[in-house]
């Protein structure tokens, strides 16, 4: 398998709230909510980067079409790393997402393994690290 990820969904349980967080908030582009004249296809889309989407999607929706039973959300289960230039850009986008409403889990900090990073969730306990490491390179 050729690794060929172009769309992460992640399950919200209110798709306004969530596409406010992100496009008002954090400044994700999209279109907004496509899909409502479909039962359970109600879906919102973000461009991240070329090839790579983020969509929100309902989880009562997700369960429905994957045909597995709707459980309990753990935070813990994956992070989205979004990986930024400097330690001045994690500090903002830190306080972008603080002040978009996302919940601060760990402040920017030197991390042990020689980078700087912090967490936030957003509206749906969704982990993001912000994290700048200097051994990567980073194009914009």
Do not use: C
């Given at each position: 398998?050729?690794?060929?990820?172009?769309?992460?969904?992640?399950?919200?349980?209110?798709?306004?709230?969530?596409?406010?967080?992100?496009?008002?908030?954090l400044g994700f582009p999209t279109?907004?909510?496509?899909?409502?004249?479909?039962?359970?296809?109600?879906?919102?889309?973000?461009?991240?980067?070329?090839?790579?989407?983020?969509?929100?999607?309902?989880?009562?929706?997700?369960?429905?079409?994957?045909?597995?039973?709707?459980?309990?959300?753990?935070?813990?289960?994956?992070?989205?790393?979004?990986?930024?230039?400097?330690?001045?850009?994690?500090?903002?986008?830190?306080?972008?997402?603080?002040?978009?409403?996302?919940?601060?889990?760990?402040?920017?900090?030197?991390?042990?393994?020689?980078?700087?990073?912090?967490?936030?969730?957003?509206?749906?306990?969704?982990?993001?690290?912000?994290?700048?490491?200097?051994?990567?390179?980073?194009?914009?």
């Amino acid at each position: 398998m050729k690794p060929r990820i172009t769309v992460i969904t992640i399950g919200v349980d209110d798709l306004d709230r969530s596409l406010a967080f992100y496009r008002d908030g954090l400044g994700f582009p999209t279109e907004g909510i496509v899909g409502q004249e479909f039962e359970h296809g109600a879906v919102a889309f973000f461009d991240l980067q070329p090839g790579l989407r983020l969509a929100i999607w309902k989880r009562i929706d997700i369960a429905h079409d994957t045909k597995l039973a709707k459980t309990a959300p753990s935070p813990t289960e994956f992070t989205i790393g979004h990986n930024v230039g400097s330690k001045k850009e994690v500090d903002q986008i830190m306080e972008q997402a603080n002040n978009a409403g996302a919940t601060i889990t760990v402040p920017p900090h030197d991390t042990f393994w020689g980078g700087y990073s912090g967490y936030f969730q957003d509206p749906d306990g969704h982990l993001w690290e912000v994290v700048w490491n200097p051994e990567w390179g980073y194009e914009e």
